[in-house]
């Protein structure tokens, strides 16, 4: 099919895709028949709240969640990522910074329910949650955990701020282990750490030596400021790998806009390395089966920045010459990696 021809727009565009629809109520719906497998989602979140700032209520339904990156507007949806435009990045940037003292209104739709009900609506079956601790006045990892607790569906992650580590750091994450955490996340700009500072290696030798999974945010968008951007460049992610053999790392996004210097890493250090797709376009994605193991690319979404059928729709139509390996991707790639028992 040329997908190309279908003129995708806007998120309702994805209805002309042979897999979609648009439901009585207006919204995007996978079709009972579209033959997509179950998806487990490896790259979503819930909204953020630090220090003086009210909780997101992860129970609440708002009718829709309201995503960072608006695909309602007139855009090429499958074979290019533009995000975040100006006002979305003006809107970020005060959401964010303000999250310490005041919780942002898109953040307040980014709930547990909100997702449950838009992967329902997608044909998803889980979701690993991610989450972003700061130095202080941070209770993200508590709110992820309880907002998994809702819906088995939903798993959350561990965090925490690696500097300074301690055995106060280490009793902190064998306190998220405990409680059903699975995985780690690691995001070099919202915590303002290199990969391969000091701090940051001694919690990932606590997660090799544990066989802890770890995700990591690598890459930038263009939206954050530059001296943060520059943390998390894949090359910093090289002493990492080289000092911890046994690390099984995932690179968030393939490294969003530097997603070649990403491959790159990941080939050095093929044993050791996973890629999730989220955020990337079309052609991206295929270059990244292309050069990559495709038994560690993993299926991701980036909710709430991205609508779950967005990035449904960009993997379904990449993989459409190879629709056999649409349930390694969508599934058991992450199921393998996590040891989830039962594949789907």
Avoid at 83 to 102: C, I, N, S
Avoid at 129 to 154: G, Y
Wanted: neutral net charge; proline residues 6%; glycine residues 6%.
């Amino acid at each position: 099919m040329d997908f190309a021809s279908l003129h995708i727009h806007t998120l309702t565009d994805l209805a002309r895709l042979p897999w979609f629809k648009l439901g009585e109520d207006g919204k995007l719906r996978l079709k009972d028949d579209s033959g997509v497998p179950p998806v487990l989602d490896v790259h979503t979140h819930v909204g953020w709240s630090y220090g003086f700032a009210r909780p997101v209520d992860m129970s609440r339904r708002t009718g829709s969640a309201r995503h960072f990156f608006n695909y309602t507007i007139s855009q090429d949806v499958l074979f290019e990522e533009a995000h975040p435009y100006p006002p979305e990045k003006r809107m970020m940037t005060k959401e964010f910074g303000l999250a310490l003292v005041k919780t942002g209104r898109s953040s307040t739709t980014h709930t547990a329910a909100n997702l449950v009900e838009e992967m329902e609506r997608s044909g998803y079956c889980g979701a690993f949650l991610l989450l972003n601790e700061i130095p202080v006045h941070s209770r993200h990892a508590e709110q992820t955990l309880a907002a998994s607790r809702l819906d088995r569906r939903l798993t959350a992650m561990a965090a925490v701020h690696p500097w300074r580590w301690s055995q106060c750091k280490i009793d902190q994450l064998e306190r998220l282990f405990a409680q059903g955490a699975r995985g780690l996340k690691f995001n070099p700009i919202w915590q303002g750490i290199r990969p391969d500072s000091r701090h940051a290696m001694a919690l990932f030798e606590w997660c090799a030596e544990r066989g802890v999974v770890v995700l990591s945010h690598c890459g930038y968008c263009g939206a954050e400021p530059f001296f943060l951007r520059y943390k998390a460049v894949p090359g910093h992610f090289r002493a990492v790998l080289e000092s911890f053999p046994k690390l099984r790392l995932i690179l968030a996004h393939t490294g969003m806009s530097v997603y070649q210097d990403a491959l790159a890493l990941a080939n050095a250090f093929a044993d050791q390395v996973w890629l999730d797709i989220s955020i990337q376009p079309v052609p991206h994605i295929q270059e990244i089966l292309r050069r990559h193991d495709p038994a560690k690319v993993l299926y991701g979404s980036d909710w709430p920045f991205v609508p779950l059928h967005v990035a449904l729709a960009r993997t379904l139509v990449a993989t459409e010459d190879r629709p056999d390996y649409r349930h390694d991707l969508l599934y058991n790639n992450a199921a393998r990696l996590f040891g989830i028992a039962d594949t789907a």
